[in-house]
């Protein structure tokens, strides 16, 4: 059943829909991409449908059958363009054909370009008719000028004429004179090209009804993999992660809450490796964000490509055709980072970011994550905010070189993770080096517990008790003797003052805690 539209047109008025594109840089008919509980064009339609036109037009082409065996056209009429392949104005001579007569208003959708909002139409028709020498309307949006487009009855036959893709830009910059800019709240809605620009139109609609489904599915999907703490705990340990009760509560509670989780512990003991276990026992893509001093939005969000920019300016004018600034600062010159490339992961599961050492990044830093902590959005100043379909798992590790802000911490929850005793180091190390035997494992764990005891600027961790015992391995040696020590310890102290205070109190002491 058909809604009733929202508001009433000026008689005459008409919408032609252009989807006739072949979709050959997506490699598949974008008007059927997925989109709410239907397709874009779906959503195109339904907007028109809202608008209340006298008439509305279908311009079809390269995938005209499929599309009609889909897509839901009723109320329409189908207009074939066996020439699509010579760009949008055949389509639009395709639709003028079939154009009732006494059309006195034509406006212009695009197929592929889902957010224009009905409420947009009705202004472009009401400022073109109140100013006598308009001949078309256009959306001025806060970042450019965008569809829908509206022509007076007087341009049908100029733009029934035309030739190419861009030919109707070109023919509103001839009028210019006679083209009205009618403002428009937001944005230029996104038309849909490229494979980036499907996941920013998915994204950027996921707080409304379109993306209810999906993210509901991936906490369905999210929650029957990890169902309580117990069986996090057991896939943790298939993982070679063995995680104690409170860690696995605290990342359970982050899982399904959801809401970002900072761990903080010595260095070694297992904080970043908490996160890649996360995102392998979920089967989803772990995004990790390196943090350092002077990191910016560049190095963690996005940054433009502007060797490609120059490209395309060239190309456009070797094609005597001009590129607008939204088109220049488009998805398509945007060069993603972790930030942005988790907030776009399109699913099934959300994907885990990793913030590691948050606490070698500055306080200005930190304030820039405050948007994503608490409402899983990132904005761009030239693209507007861009919103999360599937929130990321977010992982913050800190060692505490430094105090974090009240205003990060509160928006995470929190665990220290303890340096663990002998005997789980032991487990740790024999499950990362098969290699190794127990025997070895535990002599090992107890020597790197007891250098721990000593005031070393840099106390060895988990990481460095797995390569010592590797390099053990390797030289065939299954007991740890004061020798061995000596000649291996550079495994596991990794500062000259360390190892001078561990020269001095002896290779023994270090195997078997005693003197000499």
């Known amino acids: 059943m058909l809604s009733a539209p929202d508001q009433t047109l000026p008689a005459g008025t008409a919408a032609v829909i252009l989807a006739a594109g072949a979709s050959a840089r997506l490699g598949r008919p974008k008007q059927l991409l997925p989109y709410g509980d239907g397709v874009l064009l779906d959503a195109v339609l339904a907007t028109a449908r809202r608008c209340g036109f006298a008439q509305t037009v279908l311009a079809l082409g390269g995938a005209a059958e499929e599309v009609l065996r889909t897509v839901d056209t009723t109320g329409c009429e189908v207009a074939l363009n066996p020439e699509y392949g010579q760009g949008c104005s055949s389509s639009i001579a395709a639709a003028m054909a079939v154009l009732r007569p006494g059309t006195e208003a034509v406006v212009l959708l695009l197929g592929d370009q889902p957010g224009v909002r009905p409420e947009s139409v009705a202004p472009l028709l009401q400022a073109m008719a109140a100013d006598d020498g308009a001949t078309a309307a256009v959306c001025r949006y806060e970042d450019g000028v965008g569809h829908p487009l509206a022509f007076s009855r007087r341009l049908l036959p100029e733009l029934a004429a035309l030739h190419g893709d861009k030919a109707v830009w070109k023919l509103l910059e001839q009028r210019a004179a006679d083209v009205v800019e009618v403002p428009t709240p937001g944005p230029v809605p996104l038309d849909v090209d490229t494979e980036e620009d499907y996941r920013r139109v998915l994204a950027e609609l996921q707080g409304g009804r379109v993306n209810t ?11 029957r993999r990890i169902p309580d703490v117990a069986t996090l705990m057991a896939a943790l340990d298939r993982h070679d992660y063995l995680a104690d009760t409170g860690l696995a509560t605290a990342l359970f509670l982050a899982v399904r809450l959801p809401q970002p989780i900072l761990l903080e512990g010595e260095a070694g003991v297992g904080k970043t490796e908490a996160a890649k276990t996360l995102a392998r026992l979920l089967d989803t893509p772990l995004y990790r964000l390196q ?12 940054e433009w490509n502007h060797q490609r920019q120059l490209l395309g300016i060239r190309l456009a004018e070797a094609r005597d055709a001009e590129v607008t600034e939204s088109e220049l600062f488009g998805p398509q010159y945007l060069l993603r980072r972790p930030l942005l490339q988790a907030i776009e992961h399109p699913g099934p599961r959300p994907a885990v970011l990793l913030l590691d050492e948050i606490d070698r990044a ?61 005997a789980r180091i032991a487990e740790i190390v024999r499950r990362r080096v098969p290699a190794s035997s127990g025997p070895l494992a535990l002599q090992a764990a107890a020597v790197i517990t007891r250098l721990r005891t000593l005031d070393l600027a840099k106390p060895p961790g988990i990481s460095e008790a797995i390569d010592w015992v590797s390099a053990l391995a390797v030289l065939g040696i299954e007991r740890i003797d004061a020798a061995t020590a000596e000649q291996t310890w550079g495994s596991i102290v990794k500062n000259r003052d360390d190892l001078e205070l561990v020269g001095s109190r002896g290779a023994a002491w270090l195997v078997d805690g005693t003197d000499g």
């Open 362 to 422: 500055d306080a200005e830093f930190e304030a820039f994550t405050f948007e994503l902590l608490a409402e899983a959005a990132v904005t761009i100043p030239e693209l507007g905010t861009i919103r999360a379909t599937h929130p990321p798992i977010v992982v913050l590790t800190s060692n505490r070189t430094r105090d974090l802000h009240d205003a990060l911490t509160r928006r995470c929850l929190y665990h220290w993770i303890d340096y663990p005793g002998p």
């Open 291 to 302: 943090c350092y001093e002077g990191i910016d939005a560049s190095e963690a969000l996005y």
């Open 213 to 223: 489904a999906a993210r509901s599915g991936a906490e369905e999907e999210v929650q």
